[in-house]
């Protein structure tokens, strides 16, 4: 990425309270510079700009660091280029991490991503969600995506693999509020609630995001 990128990136990871490393400044460089290479090849982002993936990839991935925190593990459903599993194994490793997605090339470049940066306890698999119960029921700390519009569909998926006491995270933009209200009742009948909602201004950006903190009732 180029300079301004780079200052971006470590503005913007300071003002959510995380103090980058030179280490790991690199490390978010270097799978940059893979993601906009492989990106020529293979259609994983729209955000092909340095100053985009700075803000919009990487520090929108790291605001998850807001309400999950190491060690543990965490299950990132419909992660796509890595995001934002990848980013964030990268500032908190004693994260166990395993990302899904549905797209056999997003997963064939998140896996030449953590040979390149020589992750541990990363899982790129290329499954359905749907799947996962038969072989992590009850596994997961965390259950994360940034990809889902719909909030029911994905606790649905997300309740078989969660631990007794785990949570549910739901990355959302501007409209989380409306999404909430709208996905209460379903909850319900599915045995889980809303416990918290952070909203909080993308650094950078100023774009709104929220985090949407579910758990079983």
Known sequence: MNQRAKDLLK???????????????NA?????EELKKWNRKINLTAITDDEGIAVKHLVDSLSLLKVVRGPGSMLDIGSGGGFPGIPVKLVQPDLEIVSVDA????????KQAVRLLNLVGFDAQ???????AVQY???FDWVVSRAFSDIPS???MALPVLKDGGRIVAMKGKNAAE???AAEGELEKRGARVESV??????CSGDARSLVVIVRM
């Open 11 to 25: 503005k913007g990871s300071a003002e959510l309270g995380i103090d980058l490393t030179p280490g790991q400044l």
């Open 28 to 32: 978010l460089d270097l799978f940059a």
């Open 103 to 110: 797209v056999v090339k997003k997963i064939s470049f998140q």
């Open 126 to 132: 290329h499954v359905r969600a749907e799947t996962l």
């Open 137 to 139: 029921a009850g596994h």
């Open 154 to 156: 994905f606790v649905a």
């Open 179 to 181: 999404e909430v209200a």
């Open 198 to 203: 952070y909203d909080f201004s993308l650094p």
